[in-house]
């Protein structure tokens, strides 16, 4: 049962996320009229507002719910305020499988199911890791960091010999972007993660007393090993899916839950619904910017997120360090 | 059909590490107040983890009442026994009303979950623990005593027949120390098993029914204080720089006092 205070959060983080979903239609590099759509359904304006600005509104929304939910709840497992699905290379060899699958396989494997196998592969690897190094944080996120560093050379690798189109389109989506037209890959990305987010929200109680002491959680008879290759699972589903329509979006999984954590507290059911939420809406407003800052072109979203996440993550460290 | 924990030639070892736990046969059945002692190393985190299945890579039998416990479901097992860590402030910070409502995990499932007695339960064991007060405070404001209060609270509100502590009294104050081992013997009183790894043997002998001796992964003696807390022993244990007097206050009770270059301190 949450008290009064943490559903009055969630409510406020839903309504920043709707909200951002409702306003973000009407900025681009385009101007589209609000009459024109109603009135003329054959119109240019209709057609850009249905076929780009929604699908890719949606995408954002996703993306970043999914992301955030992630980081919430891998930093909770891992015990590390670093860990995030960028930060331990999950989006990493998940982009390295799907570039491999583009580049070399020239798609005889599905792109999304190529992504899907690196993201599992890396999870696997990460949990692997934190067993042999018995629980040690610190250096699982290294072996995170490294797995991240070998793909992004591995990446690098695979683009020297790519022809100069695939190169075109692999580097424009390895920046990250919500550049989507229609809505037939969405569909799958909405399972993926409304999946994986109610996965991780039905082992919100799991991590609430995981995070407080591990030994804890084992004599309330929680087997964390259990709850942690469920969470890794769902993390790996989530950013194949993000990866595989947006590219390796950074920076979200990581500040957005701290965000949450500063207003709300560690309760991870608020967490995790808020760290979705504002995860969400904090992706479709950096899309925003991404799409009207050099208007008519366009910035990938991955540098607007860095960008912007990075010193209101600074900041947030600094204030956190000082309360304490 | 045992009333509580039987243990059977338990062999223990942890991988890479020189060290080898053994205990032959020991019983600890409800409404006992057990003391486990010995100096650092000697194996009572060891003998808590063994007891609460934490620790599963060993040879030989724990049952309780009857039942082998690695055959006992995880979630089921946490009814029955509780193990408060040594140290556990380490994680997120949550408020004291969530970490005594997480003792409450093991009872409660998604069908049928009463919010109001479960409520009752938190607050009936921050009473007895002393520390409702903190109700509504932050874990990490909370100084060093006040945080084992709410971290036992945690434990009764978990309900279990046994309760495994390991050093609840740790940097604890002279009289904050008592005040836990009196805490935990009244839970004792009705009716529950406690079991404490403690450093204090003073404390220890007074307030606890059996004390169990550990030196190096074995148990040297086992049996009421009266028994154990023995010159012969305890010398053994802890090396020839203690003495045990007698209490002048309390009659068959010792005090086990230190000394350093052959002087009481």
Redesign the interface.
Same mark, same amino acid.
């Given at each position: 049962?949450l008290p009064l205070k943490n559903k009055v959060h969630i409510l406020i983080y839903f309504f920043v996320f709707v909200l951002t979903g409702i306003i973000s239609p009407f900025f681009g590099s385009s101007d589209i009229s609000f009459s024109n759509i109603i009135t003329d359904p054959e119109s240019a304006d209709y057609l850009i507002l249905i076929y780009q600005r929604i699908p890719r509104i949606i995408t954002g929304l996703l993306c970043g719910a999914g992301l955030g939910c992630c980081g919430a709840c891998l930093q909770?497992i891992l015990?590390n305020p670093l860990a995030e699905p960028y930060v331990l290379g999950i989006s990493g060899i998940s982009s390295l499988f799907l570039s491999f699958s583009i580049i070399v396989l020239n798609g005889f494997i599905p792109s999304g199911i190529a992504s899907l196998a690196g993201a599992l592969l890396a999870v696997f690897i990460i949990d692997f890791s934190f067993r042999a190094f018995k629980s040690d944080s610190d250096s699982t996120i290294l072996a995170g960091v490294s797995l991240n560093i070998l793909s992004a050379s591995l990446i690098m690798f695979l683009k020297y010999f790519a022809s100069p189109n695939k190169l075109v389109a692999v580097e424009r989506w390895f920046m990250g972007n919500l550049d989507v037209i229609g809505y037939d890959n969405l569909i799958w990305l909405f399972v993926i993660c409304i999946s994986g987010i109610l996965l991780i929200f039905f082992k919100s109680?799991e991590l609430?007393?995981m995070?407080?002491? @591990? /030994?804890?959680a084992?004599?309330?008879? @929680? /087997?964390p090993a259990k709850v942690r290759r469920i969470i890794y699972f769902a993390s790996g589903l989530i950013t194949a899916g993000v990866v595989w329509i947006a590219g390796p979006v950074g920076f979200v999984g990581l500040i957005i839950p701290h965000i949450v954590?500063g207003i709300s507290?560690?309760?991870m059911k608020t967490v995790i619904f808020g760290s979705s939420f504002l995860g969400g809406g904090f992706l479709c407003i950096c899309d925003i910017f991404s799409r009207v800052l050099i208007a008519p072109a366009e910035l990938p979203v991955g540098i607007i997120t860095s960008i912007s996440g990075a010193p209101v993550f600074l900041y947030i460290l600094f204030k956190m360090k000082k309360k304490? | 059909m045992n009333k509580g924990f039987l243990i059977k030639n338990l062999e223990f070892d942890y991988k890479n590490h020189d060290f080898f736990f053994m205990a032959k046969e020991i019983l600890i059945e409800k409404n006992m107040f057990v003391s486990i002692i010995g100096p650092n190393g000697s194996g009572k985190s060891t003998f808590l983890k063994l007891l609460s299945c934490h620790e599963k890579k060993y040879s030989g039998e724990i049952s309780l009442y009857g039942k082998n416990i690695k055959k006992i479901n995880s979630k089921d097992f946490a009814k029955f026994c509780a193990l408060l860590p040594q140290e556990c402030d380490k994680g997120e910070n949550y408020k004291v009303f969530d970490i005594v409502m997480m003792g409450r995990y093991p009872h409660q499932n998604r069908n049928n979950y009463n919010f109001k007695t479960e409520k009752e339960i938190v607050i009936n064991s921050l009473k007895q623990a002393k520390a409702l007060d903190f109700l509504n405070r932050y874990f990490s404001s909370l100084s060093g005593g006040e945080k084992k209060r709410v971290l036992i609270a945690s434990v009764i509100a978990q309900d279990t027949d046994f309760l495994l502590l390991d050093e609840p009294s740790s940097s604890l104050d002279i009289s904050g120390q008592a005040e836990i081992f009196s805490l935990l013997k009244k839970i004792k009183n009705k009716g529950k098993g406690v079991v404490v790894a403690t450093h204090n043997i003073n404390l220890a002998s007074f307030f606890s029914d059996y004390i169990i001796l550990f030196e190096k992964g074995k148990i040297l003696k086992q049996g009421t204080p009266f028994e154990v807390i023995n010159e012969k022993y305890l010398k053994k244990a802890y090396g020839e720089n203690i003495s045990i007097i007698k209490n002048p206050e309390i009659e068959n009770m010792k005090i086990v006092l230190p000394r350093i270059n052959g002087e009481i301190i």
């Amino acid at each position: 049962m949450l008290p009064l205070k943490n559903k009055v959060h969630i409510l406020i983080y839903f309504f920043v996320f709707v909200l951002t979903g409702i306003i973000s239609p009407f900025f681009g590099s385009s101007d589209i009229s609000f009459s024109n759509i109603i009135t003329d359904p054959e119109s240019a304006d209709y057609l850009i507002l249905i076929y780009q600005r929604i699908p890719r509104i949606i995408t954002g929304l996703l993306c970043g719910a999914g992301l955030g939910c992630c980081g919430a709840c891998l930093q909770v497992i891992l015990k590390n305020p670093l860990a995030e699905p960028y930060v331990l290379g999950i989006s990493g060899i998940s982009s390295l499988f799907l570039s491999f699958s583009i580049i070399v396989l020239n798609g005889f494997i599905p792109s999304g199911i190529a992504s899907l196998a690196g993201a599992l592969l890396a999870v696997f690897i990460i949990d692997f890791s934190f067993r042999a190094f018995k629980s040690d944080s610190d250096s699982t996120i290294l072996a995170g960091v490294s797995l991240n560093i070998l793909s992004a050379s591995l990446i690098m690798f695979l683009k020297y010999f790519a022809s100069p189109n695939k190169l075109v389109a692999v580097e424009r989506w390895f920046m990250g972007n919500l550049d989507v037209i229609g809505y037939d890959n969405l569909i799958w990305l909405f399972v993926i993660c409304i999946s994986g987010i109610l996965l991780i929200f039905f082992k919100s109680e799991e991590l609430n007393i995981m995070g407080f002491d @591990i /030994n804890l959680a084992v004599s309330r008879g @929680i /087997n964390p090993a259990k709850v942690r290759r469920i969470i890794y699972f769902a993390s790996g589903l989530i950013t194949a899916g993000v990866v595989w329509i947006a590219g390796p979006v950074g920076f979200v999984g990581l500040i957005i839950p701290h965000i949450v954590k500063g207003i709300s507290g560690s309760e991870m059911k608020t967490v995790i619904f808020g760290s979705s939420f504002l995860g969400g809406g904090f992706l479709c407003i950096c899309d925003i910017f991404s799409r009207v800052l050099i208007a008519p072109a366009e910035l990938p979203v991955g540098i607007i997120t860095s960008i912007s996440g990075a010193p209101v993550f600074l900041y947030i460290l600094f204030k956190m360090k000082k309360k304490k | 059909m045992n009333k509580g924990f039987l243990i059977k030639n338990l062999e223990f070892d942890y991988k890479n590490h020189d060290f080898f736990f053994m205990a032959k046969e020991i019983l600890i059945e409800k409404n006992m107040f057990v003391s486990i002692i010995g100096p650092n190393g000697s194996g009572k985190s060891t003998f808590l983890k063994l007891l609460s299945c934490h620790e599963k890579k060993y040879s030989g039998e724990i049952s309780l009442y009857g039942k082998n416990i690695k055959k006992i479901n995880s979630k089921d097992f946490a009814k029955f026994c509780a193990l408060l860590p040594q140290e556990c402030d380490k994680g997120e910070n949550y408020k004291v009303f969530d970490i005594v409502m997480m003792g409450r995990y093991p009872h409660q499932n998604r069908n049928n979950y009463n919010f109001k007695t479960e409520k009752e339960i938190v607050i009936n064991s921050l009473k007895q623990a002393k520390a409702l007060d903190f109700l509504n405070r932050y874990f990490s404001s909370l100084s060093g005593g006040e945080k084992k209060r709410v971290l036992i609270a945690s434990v009764i509100a978990q309900d279990t027949d046994f309760l495994l502590l390991d050093e609840p009294s740790s940097s604890l104050d002279i009289s904050g120390q008592a005040e836990i081992f009196s805490l935990l013997k009244k839970i004792k009183n009705k009716g529950k098993g406690v079991v404490v790894a403690t450093h204090n043997i003073n404390l220890a002998s007074f307030f606890s029914d059996y004390i169990i001796l550990f030196e190096k992964g074995k148990i040297l003696k086992q049996g009421t204080p009266f028994e154990v807390i023995n010159e012969k022993y305890l010398k053994k244990a802890y090396g020839e720089n203690i003495s045990i007097i007698k209490n002048p206050e309390i009659e068959n009770m010792k005090i086990v006092l230190p000394r350093i270059n052959g002087e009481i301190i």
